[in-house]
Protein backbone atom coordinates (compact mmCIF):
# COMPACT_ATOMS: atom_id res chain seq x y z
CA UNK A 1 0.00 0.00 0.00
CA UNK A 2 1.15 3.28 -1.18
CA UNK A 3 0.07 6.72 0.42
CA UNK A 4 0.51 9.86 -2.15
CA UNK A 5 0.21 13.16 -1.68
CA UNK A 6 -0.15 14.78 -4.91
CA UNK A 7 0.14 18.96 -5.42
CA UNK A 8 0.47 21.10 -8.37
CA UNK A 9 0.08 25.15 -9.28
CA UNK A 10 2.14 26.14 -5.83
CA UNK A 11 3.41 29.34 -7.55
CA UNK A 12 5.97 29.61 -4.76
CA UNK A 13 7.07 32.40 -3.50
CA UNK A 14 4.07 34.31 -3.76
CA UNK A 15 3.87 37.62 -1.80
CA UNK A 16 6.27 35.15 0.35
CA UNK A 17 4.23 32.11 0.85
CA UNK A 18 5.43 29.09 1.91
CA UNK A 19 4.69 25.52 1.87
CA UNK A 20 0.67 25.65 3.98
CA UNK A 21 0.72 24.04 7.44
CA UNK A 22 -1.85 21.55 5.96
CA UNK A 23 0.49 20.01 3.36
CA UNK A 24 3.25 19.96 6.33
CA UNK A 25 1.08 17.71 8.25
CA UNK A 26 0.09 15.55 5.51
CA UNK A 27 3.76 15.18 4.83
CA UNK A 28 4.47 14.98 8.56
CA UNK A 29 2.32 11.84 8.85
CA UNK A 30 3.83 10.11 6.23
CA UNK A 31 3.99 9.47 2.40
CA UNK A 32 5.73 7.16 -0.30
CA UNK A 33 5.64 9.31 -2.83
CA UNK A 34 4.90 13.36 -3.79
CA UNK A 35 3.62 14.15 -7.24
CA UNK A 36 3.67 17.28 -8.40
CA UNK A 37 1.94 18.44 -11.94
CA UNK A 38 3.78 21.53 -12.36
CA UNK A 39 3.66 25.38 -11.75
CA UNK A 40 6.23 24.90 -8.69
CA UNK A 41 8.18 28.22 -9.73
CA UNK A 42 10.86 27.47 -7.12
CA UNK A 43 13.16 25.14 -6.96
CA UNK A 44 13.10 24.87 -3.00
CA UNK A 45 9.56 23.90 -3.42
CA UNK A 46 10.79 20.66 -5.35
CA UNK A 47 14.09 20.37 -2.31
CA UNK A 48 11.60 20.92 0.71
CA UNK A 49 9.32 18.04 -0.38
CA UNK A 50 11.98 15.84 -0.77
CA UNK A 51 13.03 15.85 2.26
CA UNK A 52 9.68 14.09 3.15
CA UNK A 53 9.57 11.47 0.07
CA UNK A 54 10.37 10.65 -3.61
CA UNK A 55 8.90 13.46 -5.60
CA UNK A 56 7.84 13.06 -9.21
CA UNK A 57 7.06 16.04 -11.32
CA UNK A 58 6.52 18.19 -14.76
CA UNK A 59 6.72 21.88 -15.43
CA UNK A 60 4.64 24.11 -16.00
CA UNK A 61 3.31 27.20 -17.88
CA UNK A 62 5.16 29.58 -15.73
CA UNK A 63 8.18 27.47 -14.73
CA UNK A 64 11.05 29.34 -16.11
CA UNK A 65 13.63 29.15 -14.19
CA UNK A 66 16.61 27.09 -15.18
CA UNK A 67 16.31 24.29 -13.09
CA UNK A 68 12.21 23.93 -14.32
CA UNK A 69 13.81 23.52 -17.71
CA UNK A 70 15.11 20.21 -16.84
CA UNK A 71 11.41 18.91 -16.06
CA UNK A 72 9.77 16.98 -18.20
CA UNK A 73 6.32 17.74 -19.88
CA UNK A 74 5.12 14.58 -19.19
CA UNK A 75 5.65 11.77 -16.89
CA UNK A 76 4.91 8.02 -16.54
CA UNK A 77 5.24 5.63 -13.43
CA UNK A 78 3.78 2.90 -11.59
CA UNK A 79 3.49 2.50 -8.09
CA UNK A 80 2.13 -0.98 -7.21
CA UNK A 81 -0.21 -1.87 -9.92
CA UNK A 82 -1.13 1.27 -10.73
CA UNK A 83 0.07 3.69 -13.94
CA UNK A 84 0.13 7.09 -13.92
CA UNK A 85 0.47 9.64 -16.05
CA UNK A 86 1.40 13.29 -14.67
CA UNK A 87 1.07 16.45 -17.30
CA UNK A 88 0.40 19.98 -16.25
CA UNK A 89 -2.43 20.28 -18.48
CA UNK A 90 -1.86 23.44 -20.61
CA UNK A 91 -0.10 21.97 -23.64
CA UNK A 92 -2.28 20.48 -26.59
CA UNK A 93 -5.39 20.71 -28.19
CA UNK A 94 -9.05 20.92 -26.15
CA UNK A 95 -11.50 23.38 -25.14
CA UNK A 96 -10.73 22.68 -21.14
CA UNK A 97 -7.88 21.49 -19.07
CA UNK A 98 -9.22 18.41 -18.20
CA UNK A 99 -9.50 17.84 -21.58
CA UNK A 100 -5.93 18.66 -23.03
CA UNK A 101 -4.72 16.46 -20.25
CA UNK A 102 -6.66 13.45 -20.93
CA UNK A 103 -5.57 14.18 -24.94
CA UNK A 104 -2.15 14.25 -23.90
CA UNK A 105 -2.10 11.00 -22.13
CA UNK A 106 -5.29 9.08 -24.40
CA UNK A 107 -2.54 6.67 -25.86
CA UNK A 108 -0.39 5.79 -23.12
CA UNK A 109 -1.22 2.79 -21.29
CA UNK A 110 -2.44 4.44 -17.86
CA UNK A 111 -4.75 4.17 -15.17
CA UNK A 112 -4.55 7.39 -13.81
CA UNK A 113 -3.88 11.14 -14.91
CA UNK A 114 -2.72 13.62 -12.59
CA UNK A 115 -2.74 17.20 -14.05
CA UNK A 116 -3.02 20.39 -12.60
CA UNK A 117 -3.38 24.20 -14.19
CA UNK A 118 -6.92 25.04 -13.93
CA UNK A 119 -6.38 25.24 -10.26
CA UNK A 120 -9.82 23.39 -10.01
CA UNK A 121 -9.93 20.58 -8.21
CA UNK A 122 -10.93 17.82 -10.79
CA UNK A 123 -12.44 13.83 -10.42
CA UNK A 124 -13.66 12.34 -13.46
CA UNK A 125 -13.52 8.83 -15.37
CA UNK A 126 -13.09 8.76 -18.78
CA UNK A 127 -13.21 5.48 -20.43
CA UNK A 128 -10.41 3.25 -18.67
CA UNK A 129 -8.42 6.27 -17.19
CA UNK A 130 -9.15 8.85 -14.04
CA UNK A 131 -8.44 12.38 -13.91
CA UNK A 132 -7.47 14.12 -11.32
CA UNK A 133 -6.70 17.72 -10.47
CA UNK A 134 -5.77 18.16 -7.04
CA UNK A 135 -6.32 22.11 -7.40
CA UNK A 136 -3.79 24.51 -5.66
CA UNK A 137 -2.47 24.54 -1.99
CA UNK A 138 -1.51 28.67 -2.43
CA UNK A 139 -3.40 29.91 -5.11
CA UNK A 140 -7.01 29.16 -5.50
CA UNK A 141 -8.42 32.00 -7.64
CA UNK A 142 -11.67 31.54 -7.98
CA UNK A 143 -11.94 28.69 -5.61
CA UNK A 144 -13.56 28.82 -2.21
CA UNK A 145 -11.28 26.95 -0.74
CA UNK A 146 -6.78 26.08 -1.30
CA UNK A 147 -6.38 22.40 -1.74
CA UNK A 148 -4.60 18.80 -2.61
CA UNK A 149 -5.12 15.38 -2.90
CA UNK A 150 -4.32 11.83 -1.58
CA UNK A 151 -3.74 8.61 -3.29
CA UNK A 152 -3.83 5.75 -0.91
CA UNK A 153 -3.14 2.85 -3.90
CA UNK A 154 -3.14 -0.66 -3.07
CA UNK A 155 -2.05 -3.01 -5.44
CA UNK A 156 -4.51 -2.15 -8.33
CA UNK A 157 -7.10 -0.48 -6.34
CA UNK A 158 -6.73 3.74 -6.49
CA UNK A 159 -8.84 5.61 -3.61
CA UNK A 160 -8.10 9.87 -4.46
CA UNK A 161 -9.35 12.10 -2.01
CA UNK A 162 -9.32 15.94 -2.30
CA UNK A 163 -8.16 17.74 0.74
CA UNK A 164 -9.86 21.45 1.12
CA UNK A 165 -8.28 24.13 3.49
CA UNK A 166 -8.65 27.96 4.22
Keep these: MKKILIISDTHMPKKGTLIPEAIIAILK ?3 DVILH ?6 EFVY ?10 GVKGNV ?3 IWSKELPEKVILQLEEVKIA ?12 PERAFRACEKDEVD ?17 KVLFNPGSPTDKRRQKQFSFGVA ?12 YFS
Excluded at 37 to 42: L, S
Excluded at 47 to 54: G, N, W
Excluded at 119 to 128: L, S, T
Aim: a positive charge; proline letters at 3%.
Design 29 to 31: SGV
Design 37 to 42: AGDWTK
Design 47 to 56: EELLKYAPVH
Design 63 to 65: DTD
Design 86 to 97: IVHGHLGKGRST
Design 112 to 128: LIVFGHSHIPFHEKKGN
Design 152 to 163: IIDRSAVTLKHH
